[in-house]
């Protein structure tokens, strides 16, 4: 394949999106498409309906809102995401594993975001002790399609995910569901592009629970058990249970739930650094393998200096952490916008003292064209962020949604910014996806999204990664796998992602 083929599609338009079917099938569709959802677990817990009910019921679900209809994605592009996973993730291990360059680039952001700080200086305090542990990369590279100047298209990367990527098992039940629709119905025949040889199996659920059973068979103790921490009353558990599942079906991996107060009454460290967790089902203490992080991203999750501290014991542990804090800070944006200076690039991934995987100089190109335009803020650039704010975004360095400052708000928030805080933040150019259309379902009823129905579809790529440093610092990948994908769909005037928030909608593709 030439490499101008493997960047982008040639110019063509997309198909005419969604098919138009009379109401009643519609309304056929919508019914087998959410019973099939509640039957299949593609489900979230309902919000808590405050104050009668404080947190939300456990007893309770909904479906999870979704898009009737895949939508639809070239395939060049969709085996692009594909092709850069592998690169990417050996980037990031490169990346999380480079102790200099993240100090340079995450240090000056911790002189003025309290939470990096803290996540610093446990990173810190632990390279003294100079544990190294084999650590898992459980990844995902999000993309929106981007028109070149000559009609074509590529992709552009939103974000890359190094902490609490989520939505894997949703999104295979959400192919699983287009699927079936489409065997069950055949869409009713509304459209030629409707068949399944177009709808890609997705297998992110199951690639991401082999990634965290290889873990465990790295730790090498095979009894021991697999924690997943998460956040307390969480809304999206499914997709963490079918992971929990799939480990003990598969595996016979035990997981464990926990969240960080459980963390803080239960776990210790033996005199080897074993993890111990002091589980109410257990009459000894569980030796853990595997700590794997649904929680700990955002501040809210550290309430007190005990949250931090477990945290910190954690990572001194020899327990393998999806991800460790070297991780959790690589997948920043600061790091994002960093990657993007000059050499940068190309010193993690053409420089042969990196690691023995080679990479070549189309691999970078490959790497390079789907990077959306990012630059730091400071005084240089204070006035052109300004100036064209109505095409950009400023990112700060949180995860989970809901932290963005979009286009006509820059101006004011600025104003407001003190001049120390800049370095907390990074200015991005937004990505302008063509125009496309879709039916978007929530709790049983369908809306066209936004006031004409015209979304935006966000494309995520899963990537597993075992990774280590070997006796001279270098960086050895054990492990590097692409597995699986998400499509989020949102209304175009919503400038947020999440779909546990209510904003987005759980797609899959159809390949055109
Ligand atoms: P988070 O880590 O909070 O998910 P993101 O960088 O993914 O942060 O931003 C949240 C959402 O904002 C994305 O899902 C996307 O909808 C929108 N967004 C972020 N960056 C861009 C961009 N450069 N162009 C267009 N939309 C963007
Ligand atoms: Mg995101
Ligand atoms: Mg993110």
Not at 37 to 44: D, Q, W
Not at 320 to 339: D, M, R, S, W, Y
Request: proline share 6%; with cysteine.
């Amino acid at each position: 394949m030439s490499s101008e083929t493997a960047t982008h599609s040639k110019p063509h338009a997309l198909p005419e999106w969604p098919p138009l079917l009379s109401l009643a099938y519609q309304r056929e569709l919508t019914d087998l498409a959410a019973d099939w959802a509640m039957s299949h677990g593609l489900v979230y817990r309902p919000p808590a309906n405050p104050p009668s009910e404080p947190h939300p019921s456990t007893s309770r679900v909904i479906h999870a809102p979704f898009t009737l209809f895949p939508s639809p994605l070239p395939r060049t592009l969709y085996e692009l995401g594909r092709k850069l996973q592998p690169l990417y993730n050996a980037l990031y291990a490169r990346v999380a594993l480079d102790v200099p360059w993240l100090e340079k680039t995450m240090g000056a952001v911790a002189k003025v975001d309290d939470f990096q700080l803290q996540l610093c200086k446990i990173w810190r305090q632990v390279r003294e002790e100079g544990i190294t542990q084999v650590q898992l990369g459980l990844w995902r590279s999000d993309y929106l399609v981007h028109t070149l100047p000559d009609g074509a298209f590529t992709l552009r990367q939103v974000e890359f995910n190094c902490i609490s990527s989520s939505l894997g098992a949703l999104a295979s039940r959400t192919s699983k569901m287009h699927r079936y629709l489409q065997s069950a119905t055949g869409y009713y025949g509304v459209h030629p592009l409707l068949d399944a040889r177009n709808l890609p199996e997705n297998g992110a659920l199951q690639g991401l629970a082999a990634g965290i059973a290889e873990a465990h068979k790295a730790y090498g103790v095979p009894n021991a058990t697999v924690l997943f921490l998460v956040q307390s009353h969480e809304r999206n558990a499914f997709d963490q249970r079918w992971l929990e599942y799939d480990l003990l079906e598969k595996y016979g991996v035990r997981v464990e739930r926990v969240t960080f107060s459980d963390l803080v009454a239960s776990a210790s460290l033996s005199e080897s650094k074993q993890l111990l967790y002091s589980s109410p089902l257990a009459s000894e203490p569980l030796e853990i393998s595997v700590m794997y992080m649904r929680a700990g991203y955002t501040p809210d999750d550290y309430p007190d200096e005990k949250a931090w501290e477990v945290r910190l014991l954690v990572e001194r542990s020899k327990a393998i952490k999806c991800p460790t804090v070297g991780a959790q800070l690589a997948g920043a944006k600061k790091v994002q916008q960093a990657l993007m200076e000059e050499g940068v690039l190309e010193s993690f991934m053409l420089d042969s003292s990196r690691g023995a995987e080679k990479f070549t100089e189309a691999d970078l190109a490959l790497l390079r064209a789907s990077f959306a335009p990012m630059y730091p803020l400071d005084a240089t650039t204070l006035q052109q962020t300004i100036d064209h704010a109505d095409h950009l975004v400023l990112k700060p360095q949180r995860e989970g949604g809901g932290n963005n400052v979009y286009r006509s708000n820059i101006p004011s928030f600025l104003e407001k910014l003190p001049v120390a805080e800049r370095d907390a933040w990074v200015v991005m150019e937004l990505i302008e996806p063509p125009p496309s259309r879709s039916v978007l379902i929530k709790a049983g009823t369908s809306e066209q999204g936004g006031t004409e129905g015209d979304v935006i579809s966000e494309l995520g790529v899963y990537g597993v990664c075992l990774y280590r440093k070997d006796s001279e610092g270098t960086c050895v990948i054990d492990v590097n796998r692409e597995c699986g994908y998400l499509v989020r769909t949102k209304g175009r005037e919503s400038n947020e992602g999440g779909v546990a928030v209510g904003f987005s909608y759980l797609d899959s593709l159809v390949l055109v």
